[in-house]
């Protein structure tokens, strides 16, 4: 199965649990040296061995070790576009984990500072209305997606004594609902979807569209299908006043008075 | 939508080849029995040729009669300058026969104008959801496009032909702008002549008209209530004169009325109009659904529910992925608030 992902990642090189697409996780079971971009990684198999070459954007490159098993071949694209083609045939069985997000010019890192609210606008609303709750620092336990994550946060104080559905995670750039959240022995564990709509606000107002349906501009005279009517219909009959009363009326209850005129036409 | 102008009080002359005159039924009775009797052919007329004077009998005078016609119109409202009483002249020869004399007469008199306001100021103002049917004594139902007259005021001229019970109404907008003409029959012509004496008989025209001593009196009939009535002959046993102007005039029928033997026509002289209209009206809430909107628009420029159709999504930049391009798109489509 060959999976494509784009842009720039961070890597943090400790022990992560993570599942990615496909549930295949990676470890480089080495410890965490920087927080710098890493703009390339090279996995390559040599004997049943595994080496990830890691190019960060300060220019570091470094080499790790000990990856063993399943996966064939990890190579990237050209550095500097942070493409990554995973293609593997089986599933691995090893300590092979990190996290790995490479979607545009993301960074994604292990423990993320983020903004909670209570939001309580309609879900179709753009732009929604927020009221603060707290900043805390999480720990990004599984990307199901670019859209889905589940979220670990440690201090369970802070979640049981101020409530909160709706998230901004600052280094995503986004907006999230709170779908679920699961209290666990040491700590806290979110859910969250991603707000399309409050996440791009901006550019979904620069659009231009075709619109069908709107609230303050639309055109009464076209027809519109939401508008019921019964089946049955007022009639109304009205007399209209002639200007000129022209045709001959005579009462012929009260008289014998004649109506209408004889016309002869002649030669002469 | 017709833009002719409308040439209102257009006068023509009256050729002297072919002179109208109106009669009163009691002159056209005197004629009528003058021609099923004979008597009508003792009125010879004779034509001038030249200088030699020759004097001609024609065999058929009754043929110099081209129309005569009944028409249940007043024709004051079309005569200008008023008429004056005369003997008709039939050829070269002036008859006791007492008519009218036209000289001036206008091609057409307002009968009526009407003005169609808007009532829910949306589409449901118009076809096929609004109807308008008129109703005018001699015409067939007229029905008229909503989406025309609507907001705009309807004018109605009558132009009756004297000659032959041919009637035209005109309708025009805002009295300017022809959007309809309807022909019709309003009057009903005798045949006469001599070659059609005998088919008048054979025919049974006038057979059941008794003329002698009676009064010929055809008219329209107004009684409290509906039908109008229009009666017609004396000591008729059966309606043939009102079968005859009934089959060829709109809206005429035949009714036997309280007047003893007498048979009656009956028509409704009233000018009517019936509105349909839908019933109960529901509409959307506004704020949930929108009104429809159908135009382009960039959607900076909107505020409230907003539903769109067709979108060309464009990133301008942004770093966004496919998945949440649709999502976006898909909920647009769905409606969202601005």
Redesign the interface.
């Given at each position: 199965m060959n999976e494509t992902y784009y842009g720039k990642f961070k890597l943090t090189l400790n022990f992560i649990s993570n599942n990615l697409f496909g549930d295949y996780e990676i470890t480089l079971n080495e410890l965490n040296l920087s927080n710098y971009a890493v703009t390339k990684i090279v996995f390559k198999k040599a004997s049943g061995t595994y080496t990830a070459t890691v190019t960060y954007d300060d220019g570091l490159i470094m080499t790790f070790t000990g990856v063993t098993n399943i996966i064939n071949a990890f190579t990237s694209d050209i550095e500097g576009t942070g493409k990554i083609v995973f293609s593997s045939t089986a599933v691995p069985t090893d300590d092979i984990r990190g996290t790995l997000i490479s979607t545009g010019d993301l960074i994604l890192y292990n423990q993320e500072t983020i903004f909670t609210y209570l939001m309580d606008s309609p879900k179709n609303q753009v732009t929604k209305t927020l009221n603060f709750v707290s900043s805390m620092e999480i720990n990004i336990n599984r990307v199901i997606n670019n859209k889905n994550l589940i979220v670990d946060i440690a201090n369970v104080d802070v979640v049981s004594k101020k409530r909160f559905n709706y998230v901004y995670i600052p280094s995503m750039n986004r907006y999230y609902y709170v779908q679920e959240i699961n209290l666990l022995k040491d700590f806290t564990s979110c859910s969250l979807v991603e707000d399309v709509l409050m996440s791009f606000s901006d550019l979904i107002r620069l659009q231009t569209a075709f619109v069908e349906r709107q609230e303050n501009n639309y055109d009464p005279d076209k027809v519109d299908n939401l508008v019921s009517i019964d089946y049955d219909k007022t009639i109304t009959y009205e007399t209209i006043t002639p200007s000129n009363d022209i045709f001959m009326v005579a009462n012929q209850e009260t008289s014998t008075a004649t109506g209408g005129y004889w016309f002869i036409t002649v030669v002469g | 939508m017709g833009r002719d102008k409308r040439n209102y009080g257009d006068q023509y002359y009256v050729q002297s080849?072919?002179?109208?005159?109106?009669?009163?039924?009691t002159?056209?009775e005197n004629?009528l029995s003058d021609l099923c009797d004979g008597t009508f052919n003792n009125f010879s007329i004779t034509r001038s040729i030249g200088t030699n004077g020759i004097d001609t009998l024609l065999a058929n005078s009754s043929d110099?009669?081209?129309?005569?016609?009944?028409?249940?119109?007043?024709?004051s409202?079309f005569e200008v300058g008023g008429t004056t009483a005369t003997s008709?002249?039939?050829?070269?020869?002036t008859s006791t026969y007492q008519?009218n004399l036209f000289t001036l007469m206008k091609t057409n008199?307002?009968?009526?104008?009407?003005s169609f306001s808007r009532t829910f100021?949306?589409?449901?103002d118009?076809s096929p959801?609004t109807k308008y049917e008129l109703i005018i004594?001699?015409f067939p139902k007229i029905d008229l496009d909503a989406n025309i007259v609507n907001g705009h005021t309807l004018y109605g001229y009558?132009s009756p032909d004297?000659?032959n019970g041919n009637i035209t109404l005109y309708l025009y907008l805002d009295d300017d702008y022809l959007i309809d003409s309807i022909d019709s029959k309003i009057?009903v012509s005798i045949p006469i002549g001599k070659s059609n004496g005998e088919e008048i008989q054979r025919n049974n025209v006038l057979q059941s008209i008794s003329l002698l001593g009676s009064?010929l009196?055809?008219?329209?009939?107004?009684?409290?209530g509906n039908p109008?009535?229009?009666?017609a002959g004396v000591g008729m046993a059966t309606s043939n004169v009102s079968k005859l102007i009934s089959n060829n005039v709109e809206h005429l029928k035949s009714y036997n009325?309280?007047?003893g033997t007498r048979s009656?026509l009956c028509v409704d002289?009233?000018?009517?109009?019936?509105?349909?209209?839908?019933?109960?009206?529901?509409?959307?809430n506004?704020?949930l659904?929108?009104?429809?909107?159908?135009?382009?628009?960039?959607?900076?420029s909107?505020?409230?529910?907003?539903?769109?159709?067709?979108?060309?999504?464009?990133?301008?930049g942004?770093?966004?992925?496919n998945?949440?391009i649709s999502?976006?798109v898909e909920?647009?489509k769905?409606?969202?608030?601005?």
């Open positions: - | 080849s072919a002179t109208l005159y109106r009669m009163t039924g002159e056209a004629l110099y009669i081209v129309n005569l016609t009944y028409i249940p119109i007043d024709s409202f008709i002249v039939i050829g070269n020869k008519g008199v307002k009968l009526f104008e009407k100021d949306n589409f449901l118009f959801y004594p001699f009558i004297f000659k009057g009064a009196s055809i008219g329209i009939g107004a009684y409290t109008l009535a229009l009666t009325g309280g007047n009656e002289k009233h000018i009517r109009l019936i509105t349909t209209k839908p019933n109960n009206v529901k509409y959307p506004y704020s659904r929108g009104g429809v909107c159908r135009n382009n628009y960039t959607l900076s909107l505020s409230g529910f907003t539903q769109i159709g067709d979108i060309n999504f464009n990133p301008s942004y770093e966004i992925y998945d949440e999502e976006i909920l647009l769905s409606g969202v608030i601005l």
